[in-house]
């Protein structure tokens, strides 16, 4: 008799929940996860969507050595900096810290952002400025000095876009792939660290 109390009692509570019960620290927890799953979605997307674009260009920090090289280059020479594909900031802080009125343009969001808090840390807020933007289509033509760390593809590509739009004198810093047709005016270190300096002339 007891046990037919129960067995009603269970298929009312099933009827009642479509057959699924969750306790409310279930649901909490399912919650949770669905929360991490989503915000760390969010957070990696950026990282892995240069893939899908026609040229991949993923996030690959400068080398300290090469900074330096990028320096050298910028030596004797005045003006604006464009870092384009800017990542964590790094080579446009530099940059700023020797007195050039630097910008970089970067797809990536959250470098973006990451880039901003570290120039304001750094006290370089007003000389190193950060825009989230396609490379692609930014106007290169107000810079005096450009710095490219890009993939071998899209260096040809890029090329094209230099001569279009860099003003005379415009001072191109491609750092661990050259521009494919055009003679540098010098280079400076080596291997993956080397970066090609060339200097634009109306063709
Ligand atoms: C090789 S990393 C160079 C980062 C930085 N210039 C440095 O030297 O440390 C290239 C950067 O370009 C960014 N990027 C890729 N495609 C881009 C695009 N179409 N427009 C702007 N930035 C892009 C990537 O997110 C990555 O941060």
Same mark, same amino acid.
Request: glycine share 8%.
């Given at each position: 008799?007891?046990?037919?109390?129960?067995?009603?009692?269970?298929?009312?509570?099933?009827?009642?929940?479509?057959?699924?019960?969750?306790?409310?620290? !279930?649901?909490? %927890?399912?919650?949770?996860? #669905?929360?991490?799953?989503?915000?760390?979605? /969010?957070?990696?997307?950026? &990282?892995? @969507?240069?893939?899908?674009?026609?040229?991949?260009?993923?996030?690959?920090?400068?080398?300290?050595?090469?900074?330096?090289?990028?320096?050298?280059?910028?030596?004797?020479?005045? !003006?604006?900096? %464009?870092?384009?594909?800017? #990542?964590?900031?790094?080579?446009?802080?530099? /940059?700023?810290?020797?007195? &050039?009125? @630097?910008?970089?343009?970067?797809?990536?969001?959250?470098?973006?952002?990451?880039?901003?808090?570290?120039?304001?840390?750094?006290?370089?807020?007003?000389?190193?400025?950060?825009?989230?933007?396609? %490379?692609?289509?930014?106007?290169?033509?107000?810079?005096?000095?450009?710095?490219?760390?890009?993939?071998?593809?899209?260096?040809?590509?890029?090329?094209?876009?230099?001569?279009?739009?860099?003003?005379?004198?415009?001072?191109?810093?491609?750092?661990?792939?050259?521009?494919?047709?055009?003679?540098?005016?010098?280079?400076?270190?080596?291997?993956?660290?080397?970066?090609?300096?060339?200097?634009?002339?109306?063709?």
């Amino acid at each position: 008799m007891g046990e037919l109390n129960l067995l009603e009692l269970n298929k009312s509570a099933v009827k009642k929940t479509g057959g699924l019960q969750i306790s409310t620290t !279930g649901k909490l %927890l399912v919650g949770i996860t #669905g929360g991490i799953a989503l915000g760390l979605s /969010a957070i990696c997307a950026p &990282f892995i @969507s240069p893939a899908l674009r026609r040229f991949c260009l993923p996030y690959i920090p400068a080398t300290n050595e090469q900074i330096a090289n990028v320096l050298k280059a910028l030596k004797g020479h005045k !003006g604006t900096v %464009l870092d384009l594909g800017s #990542g964590d900031g790094r080579i446009v802080i530099e /940059a700023a810290k020797n007195k &050039f009125v @630097s910008h970089g343009v970067e797809l990536n969001p959250w470098l973006v952002l990451y880039s901003k808090f570290d120039a304001f840390k750094q006290g370089l807020s007003s000389n190193a400025q950060f825009q989230r933007q396609d %490379l692609w289509k930014c106007d290169v033509s107000k810079y005096d000095n450009i710095v490219i760390f890009g993939v071998e593809q899209m260096m040809a590509d890029l090329e094209k876009k230099f001569q279009k739009e860099c003003k005379t004198n415009c001072n191109v810093i491609a750092c661990r792939f050259p521009l494919p047709n055009l003679i540098p005016e010098t280079t400076i270190g080596n291997g993956i660290d080397k970066v090609w300096v060339y200097n634009f002339q109306p063709s």
